[in-house]
């Protein structure tokens, strides 16, 4: 076959027409590059941190790769499809050109993207290691991702919380990232910054803040059925906002636990119980039998089953153990179950749900 190729006239098959076809990629491809070459990327999607560390300047320097393979390989494929299809006057084993065993092609077809990608593995590696560099006098937070949400661990706090958080403007961060579950992701777009929380491993993120605003924090890896809920917001605010924001959650962190302690579970009332059962907890849990899941196991019976006679934290099945689990979480064999923190649950929406769930016991 080699042989047979070497015979072909390529100036035949190659004619005018595919060169015309060529220029014009040529042409676009051109057009695409420049445009990217001055296509500013702060003005569509603003940095707001310093650890950009050339993410863009690596960023388009794959598009300007991209690009041009992009055009020539679709505008090859469309051209070549409509050139060399089957005609009603050939044979039905007939084929256009038999580009087998040209060896100049092939060397070139295998030494250009091999150069490209020693180039972009290099580039890659070099801007991914200076995310990993410590800064001096960084803030510590941790961040621990959970089904389906952002739970957040501040120095000087006494207990973790969820939702919105803050971060001085200029003032180096680490981000101390895991998850309590499944894979998750950390991902703030402004800042340049994204890694996965991963069950069991407690990875480094550092960046210092530079602009002051508002930011999505957002989950990219799917991680069940409330993954495109998983999100939140990042403050920078300026340190003065910064530290009369920490001395508020001081508080309210203090004020949840004080209101923990004085849960009054007499006061319950099943109705009001079934409501906050059906709007927060029935996602992952039905009023049915232990073994009919979704998420976590069916809770009908709950204090009454003799097939479950403890809780899955081991305890007895009575309404304070439930209590207990719905206001602190759980962490185990069958899943993770956020805290009534996590679920916006307050004391009297916990005492009406232990009344529900004890109203469901027969």
């Known amino acids: ?56 300047a690596l960023f388009k320097f794959m598009l300007f790769v991209a690009t041009p393979i992009f055009v020539f390989v679709n505008g ?5 499809a409509r050139r060399y299809k089957h005609r009603s006057d050939e044979p039905a084993d007939a084929v256009g050109i038999p580009l087998y065993g040209v060896v100049p092609l ?6 250009i993207p091999v150069f490209l990608m020693v180039v972009l593995g290099v580039w890659s590696a070099v801007t991914l290691f200076s995310l990993y560099k410590p800064q001096a006098g960084a803030l510590n937070v941790e961040a621990i991702g959970h089904q389906w949400k ?11 919380f969820y939702g919105d958080f803050y ?3 200029n003032r180096p961060v680490t981000m101390n990232i895991t998850s309590a579950d499944v894979i998750h992701s950390f991902w703030v777009p402004q800042f340049r910054v994204k890694l996965d929380m991963v069950p069991g491993m407690v990875q480094q993120l550092h ?47 203090a004020q949840a636990a004080a ?12 109705a ?22 979704k998420v976590g196991p069916g809770l009908q019976n709950i204090l009454s089953d003799p097939a479950h006679p403890k809780l899955v934290d081991g305890s007895a099945a009575t309404p304070e153990s439930v209590a207990h689990i719905i206001q602190n979480g759980y962490s185990g064999d069958i899943g993770v179950m956020p805290n009534a923190q996590a679920n916006g649950l307050s004391s009297s929406d916990v005492s009406n749900l232990v009344a529900y769930l004890k109203s469901q016991s027969k």
């Open 106 to 111: 092939e060397i070139w077809w295998t030494v």
């Open 167 to 169: 971060l001085p403007v």
């Open 272 to 293: 009001k119980g079934q409501a906050v059962f059906e709007q927060k907890c029935s996602v992952c849990h039905s009023m049915a039998a232990f073994a009919q899941k």
């Open 1 to 56: 076959m080699a042989h047979q190729v070497n015979n072909i006239d390529f100036r035949r098959h190659l004619d005018r027409s595919f060169w015309s076809v060529t220029l014009v990629l040529a042409v676009i491809s051109v057009i695409l590059v420049v445009l990217i070459a001055i296509w500013p990327i702060n003005g569509t999607l603003a940095v707001a941190a310093t650890s950009d560390y050339g993410i863009d």
């Open 207 to 253: 960046f210092t803040p530079t602009e002051v605003g508002s930011y999505p924090l957002i989950c990219t890896e799917f991680c069940g059925i409330g993954h495109g809920d998983m999100r939140t917001t990042v403050h920078v605010v300026s340190q003065a906002d910064y530290a009369k924001w920490f001395s508020g959650t001081q508080q309210k962190v």
């Open 76 to 80: 090859y494929v469309v051209y070549f």
């Open 150 to 160: 952002f739970e957040l661990r501040y120095p000087g706090l006494k207990s973790s």
């Open 259 to 270: 209101a923990a302690g004085s849960l009054n579970l007499t006061a319950g009332d099943a």
